[in-house]
Nanobody, 121 residues
Framework: QVQLVESGGGSVQSGGSLRLSCVVSGYTYTYYCMGWFRQGSGKEREGVALISSSGTITYADSVKGRFTISQDNAKNTLYLQMNNLKPDDTGLYYC???????????????WGQGTQVTVSS
């Protein structure tokens, strides 16, 4: 059974940066995509960024130019570098591994427990 464990969340001021990490362990399986979701208070969960097994990267329009997704296969780790953070970026950020995608959302596999990101103005 695959496990995804996120870390790196925290509280920053508007304009600040954070780097999230997601360590993948357990059952070894080549997923079609790996990605990040977020869910703000009172909002639906939304896909933020994903990277496919072929290396194709997709971002939500709201984070283009500010967020960068990457992975280190040797460390089984997925990253999300977040720059120029805004209060609207506040939310619980989840790592996901999946078998299909729609836009910047990666579905059909496993989820982590999430790491909280809070951006103050």
């Amino acid at each position: 059974q695959v496990q995804l464990v996120e870390s790196g969340g925290g509280s920053v001021q508007s304009g600040g940066s954070l780097r999230l990490s997601c360590v993948v362990s357990g059952y070894t399986y080549t997923y079609y995509c790996m990605g990040w979701f977020r869910q703000g208070s009172g909002k639906e969960r939304e896909g933020v960024a994903l990277i496919s097994s072929s290396g194709t990267i997709t971002y939500a329009d709201s984070v283009k130019g500010r967020f960068t997704i990457s992975q280190d296969n040797a460390k089984n780790t997925l990253y999300l570098q977040m720059n120029n953070l805004k209060p609207d970026d506040t939310g619980l950020y989840y790592c996901a591994a999946g078998s299909w995608s729609a836009g910047a959302s990666c579905f059909g596999g496993a989820w982590g427990q999430g790491t909280q990101v809070t951006v103050s103005s």
